[in-house]
């Protein structure tokens, strides 16, 4: 059975199958042993976790096409196996397929609804508004309840309690958007906020949405203490990496290179901007052009710091700089375009305004030159390449 032909099936599903005693009879008799909820009675040489093993492992190597084989042999076994519904929303949402991804999530909900809170978290960030809080209400009951289950001073404690903290950051940034407009939307964002702070001090993330929270209610130097505060969890320690030197990065995790992710560093650097940190911001999104230089938002934002710091305070220096920044962004766009329209009619606007080279600009040596208003002439007619092709970065092709 091919997987997509699963999920066609998985959309009409209610509550989990039974078996009859009958069937259980029938199957004694025969010899075959039957699960609640199996689908398949072909005997396997590997246990359906087994199975889902080597699919996780082939999703971490990026082999999609393998793991999707070994997650449509999972369902087959047994159709309603939690973790393979969640293994194969995973893999659909990176195939960019969210509707069937919110089918498989809300399938593992429907089998066991009182465990596992990842699901609710994974579901929750599909969904916008109330009913995203309310997904992500009922995975904090579960991921409250566990916590409370462990020793306080295990890795397993210290790793619920950040994903306790993210939680709690999430619901607050659904207070600050989608949720604003409700009568107690303040009141509830900053008390998720404190929880997030309370619950994992060490969490950068929880720092930063307070740091976002405060420069809402144009608290900037509050914002900006907050903001700090999140930047000494992990950008010195990011840095040192970066330059290679790994004396002063003794925490380094060689394999979660930054606890932050990349657009969560994005919203760092527009923060830093806002505050006027011109160098932390600078050191944030080299270090995001360092792990990809194919993201245009990085290369705008470089662009747009130099800007507003010549606005600010008036040096040639940094009108060369944004010039290149934002031509690069231009260029990345054309081959990895981005689907932010306002952006793109940003940048072109700045690279209007700051018009073409002159004698005065500094040019660093390999700089590409800049074609100035003209150059935009090709890029326009590149737009219509450009929508066809955005959003099909992700896309796997299916078995």
Known sequence: MKLCELLKTLKNMGKPKTISRKAKKLAKQK????ESGQDSTKNSKYSIDDILNQAEQSIEEYNYEMAQKFLERALEINSDHPRALEMTASLLLEAGKVEQAKQCLGRAITVLPNQGHAKYFSLAQLFSGQESL??????ILILQDVLSQLDMDSNEAKEARKELSNSFCAVSELYMTDLCDKEEAEAECSRCVEKATETDP???EAWQTRARLHIIKSEFKEGRDALNKSLDLWLPA???VLDNRPQEASNFDPIEVCPLLYTTRLSTARMLIELEEWEKATNVLNGLIEEDDEIVDSWYLLGWLNKVRQDAEKEDLYVGNARYYLTKAKEVNVKNPTEDKEMINHIKDLLNELGPDTENDIEEEGEPEVDGEDSWEEFE??????DQTAGNGNAMEQA
């Open 202 to 204: 060490t969490n950068p």
């Open 238 to 240: 990011y840095m040192a």
């Open 381 to 386: 007619e590149d737009e219509d390449t450009v």
């Open 31 to 34: 010899g075959i042993k039957i």
């Open 134 to 139: 309310d997904i992500y209400k009922q995975g």
